[in-house]
């Protein structure tokens, strides 16, 4: 009988509001080693060897997180334009303004408020100048901004942006191949630095995994076989052999552990889903862009808090202390907003 209600359920909910379990979980997953990736402290010059020994583990545990965290919420995203939008026929004009509201007015918004903070905070990473000039570089060039973590919201944008373009090479299975090989040739091209006008260059750099989120979504046997026991074994040794690979810094080697981390991710969470109840993350997974936005004002917080202490033997806590505040505390805040129920506050943090 409950199965029968669920159903029920199911066939009366519109399209846009159901939520595809295993890409919730898969979306978790990865705002999670955003999060780790975001939490090593700094050792102090009178660390203990126990600190300096959690340090160095914090930072293999980042060193895992940068190695597809980025290109996999990028996949994530190609992934849902399809099924939101593409796959829709959503106008164009429609798109861009609901994106710029969605991804734009946080923007907008958290570049302000890091910039203010930056000049009046002093002693920080990346100071800004109370300037015009300073002011509206801060929105052109992201990632060079008080808010590096900005060039993500700016490059999803742009890809966003090319929505006539994916219709056509969709319709066409040696456009779309095509386009796919000249994604992985922009992944090549040498930029002297990763930053750019809105991040551009970062947006040619990862329009791969954006495509390619787009062609699993247009492609159901694609996403089959990604989700096989074989491909995820596949993709676990091509993860770990790059992993360890001595060129690292190498492209070729920086790509597949790229993609092989994505995939291999992206085939577990279609496995866990069938086997763990949906409630897995469900304390935090519906808030993963306002964790983005908010966990790294809370993480700073903690880091700061631990240097001005200086407690030896800490390390471990104050790490831990550091996750977890950069997950549950802008969960918390965002909740507040929701029962506040101020439509702008809302559309300030993307609910």
Known sequence: RRQRQMCIRDRNTPPSRKKITWLLLLQSWAMLWVVIGHSPLSVPNLSSAFDTDYHECAMFLKKIAYSFHMPLFIMISGYLFYITRINKGSQYKKTLSDKFVRLGIPYVFFTVFAFFLKVYAGGVQ?????????????????????LQEMWFVAVILIYFSLLGMYRRLLKSNWLSTLCLCCAVGLFFIPVSDMS??????????????????????AHHRFENIIKRKGSIVICLILYLASFWADIIEENAITLIMSLSGCLLC????????????????????????????????IQIGIKLLYDKL?????????????????????????????????????LLIGL
Request: glycine residues 10%.
């Open 126 to 146: 990346r100071p800004v100048a109370l300037s015009l000039k300073s002011f509206l570089c801060a929105f052109v060039w992201p990632f060079d901004g008080p």
């Open 196 to 217: 750019g006008v809105f991040a551009f260059n970062r947006a040619v750099h990862f329009f791969i995994f954006f495509f390619l989120g787009i062609l699993i979504a």
């Open 266 to 297: 992206w085939g577990l969470a279609g496995t866990v889903d069938r086997k763990v109840s949906d409630t897995l993350f469900g304390s935090f997974r519906n808030y993963t862009y306002q964790i983005f936005l908010l966990g790294i004002f």
């Open 310 to 346: 200086g407690m030896q033997g800490t390390y471990p806590y104050f790490y831990v202390l550091c996750v977890l505040s950069g997950i549950y505390i802008p969960v918390l805040i965002s909740k507040v907003i929701q029962r506040v129920g101020n439509k702008y506050l809302n």
